[in-house]
């Protein structure tokens, strides 16, 4: 099983900064990475694909890098709306989907 | 717009079943694979299983392999979960999910039914 570590656990930050979250995989997983968000009470959204793709509707300010074991979610300008937990997924095992433990990304 | 609709949560003695539906609509069902996931209070996400298009083939992570069945009625747009020897451990909220057109994302999620499993 391929397993997926983010970093921080939580990270504080001032709305109108940058963001970055981290996600490694314990193997490589080439670009089949995804990030969702996930709001209190609230489903996830999928915000990234292929490890860089913008999913639908979502702002520019999102964007994702990194292949093989390294990923970065990357949120530019940090609006009040972004504050949430934030996981990422590997598909590239089959079958065998597997999410990392999550970032809370919290007000500063 | 894509829409996926649970049905079927509840509180259920452990050792027992539970059945959840997902109604789906604003898309062609029958064109994609669809997935469970859960996610227990306060935890992150679990993939539970998955079932291909035509629901020939299905598949389950080794945590509910056994127990759970996943099923699909393409005349009917609902994708359900059989739910069988119920544990303590699967008190969660279930999410039906969408795969993506490029991967086996998630790119449409349900809004959750909640299954706990106490006495």
């Known amino acids: 099983e391929i397993v997926m570590t983010q970093s921080p656990a939580t990270l504080s930050v001032s709305p109108g900064e940058r963001a970055t979250l981290s996600c490694r995989a314990s193997?490589?997983?080439?670009?089949?990475l995804a990030w969702y968000q996930q709001k209190a009470g609230q489903a996830p959204r999928l915000l990234i694909y292929?490890?860089?793709t913008r999913a639908t509707g979502i702002p520019t300010r999102f964007s994702g890098s990194g292949s093989g074991t390294e990923f970065t979610l990357t949120i530019s300008s940090l609006q009040s709306e972004d504050f949430a937990v934030y996981y990422c997924?590997?598909?590239?095992?089959?079958?065998?989907?597997?999410f990392g433990q999550g970032t809370r990304l919290d007000i500063k | 717009e894509v829409q996926l609709v649970e049905s079927g949560g509840d509180l259920v003695q452990p050792g027992g079943t539970l059945r959840l539906s997902c109604a789906a609509s604003?898309?062609?069902?029958?064109?994609?694979?669809m997935s469970w996931v859960r996610q227990a209070p306060g935890k992150g996400l679990e993939w539970v299983s998955t079932?291909?298009?035509?629901?020939?083939?299905?598949y389950f992570a080794d945590s509910v392999k056994g127990r759970f069945t996943i099923s699909r009625d393409n005349s009917k747009n609902t994708l359900y979960l059989q739910m069988n020897s119920l544990r303590a451990e699967d008190t969660a909220v279930y999410y039906c999910?969408?795969?993506?057109?490029?991967?086996?994302?998630?790119?449409?999620w349900g809004q959750g039914s909640l299954v706990t499993v106490s006495s």
């Open positions: 999910a969408k795969s993506g057109s490029k991967g086996y994302y998630f790119d449409s």
């Open positions: 079932i291909s298009a035509s629901g020939g083939s299905t």
């Open positions: 997924q590997q598909y590239n095992d089959w079958l065998m989907y597997t």
């Open positions: 193997q490589s997983i080439r670009s089949n």
């Open positions: 292929g490890a860089s």
């Open positions: 604003g898309f062609t069902f029958s064109a994609y694979t």
